[in-house]
């Protein structure tokens, strides 16, 4: 059964200091990974989709790198802007469904 | 151009009453999902659905719960007989082709059951 776990729980930064979130995932035959980012009382909003282990991805502030096991979203000097939920979820082969992890609750404070 | 609309926003019923969640996805976009997100969990795949067709129920639980994506109008997820365990936020996506490359998400529907 795919999984996926997020760490950690939940994180508080200043701003300004760089940090990352990290996904650990099981999966049987990876068709993607994903990053979504989601504030109280909405919907996840689209970050990222990583395919395969060594490739990365850049928004603004945000990176995420994927290996075999796990990925992880680095977060450079944040804003108090950036502070959500980021989930992280799996699609495994011959599924169209996503297997997400439970999240990581971060908080940037000024 | 409007995103996933869901509606209603908040949805209060009584143990043993019927819940209508709609679903209107983006412009264009044919393929609709629906997950359930429990307090202190992740988001949970329920169905995936095209018009006039489901494609994986495999979410869904065996009973009470059924949903459609009609040809003209919004996906239903309709849940028969809620009790109090049905009670959490369900948020419908929509992608314009099979392969979730990017899914589109709306607001959800806070269920709450009395």
């Known amino acids: 059964e795919d999984q996926v776990t997020q760490s950690p729980e939940a994180l508080r930064l200043q701003e300004g200091e760089s940090s990352s979130l990290n996904c650990s995932y099981t999966?049987?035959?990876?068709?993607?990974l994903f990053w979504y980012r989601q504030d109280p009382g909405k919907g996840p909003e689209f970050l990222f989709t990583?395919?395969?282990a060594g490739e990365e991805k850049e928004k603004e502030r945000l990176k995420a790198t994927l290996t075999k096991k796990e990925s992880f979203l680095h977060i450079t000097a944040p804003k108090p802007e950036d502070s959500a939920t980021y989930l992280c979820?799996?699609?495994?082969?011959?599924?169209?469904?996503?297997?997400f992890g439970k999240g990581t609750k971060l908080t940037v404070n000024p | 151009n409007a995103g996933v609309m869901q509606n209603p926003r908040h949805l209060v019923r009584r143990r043993g009453q019927e819940a209508r969640l709609r679903c209107s996805p983006m412009?264009?976009?044919?393929?609709v999902y629906w997950y359930r997100q429990l307090p202190e969990e992740g988001l949970k795949f329920m169905v995936y659905?095209?018009?006039?067709?489901?494609?994986?129920e495999s979410g869904m639980p065996k009973e009470r719960f059924s949903a459609e994506f009609p040809k003209e109008g919004p996906s239903i997820l309709r849940i028969q007989q809620v009790v109090r365990g049905d009670s959490a936020a369900y948020f419908c996506?929509?992608?314009?082709?099979?392969?979730?490359?990017?899914?589109?998400f709306g607001s959800g529907t806070q269920l709450s059951v009395l």
């Open positions: 979820a799996v699609q495994g082969g011959g599924s169209e469904k996503l297997v």
């Open positions: 996506a929509s992608s314009p082709q099979r392969t979730n490359e990017k899914l589109f």
């Open positions: 990583l395919y395969s």
């Open positions: 659905l095209q018009k006039e067709n489901i494609i994986d």
């Open positions: 999966v049987s035959g990876l068709r993607g």
């Open positions: 412009k264009g976009h044919s393929h």
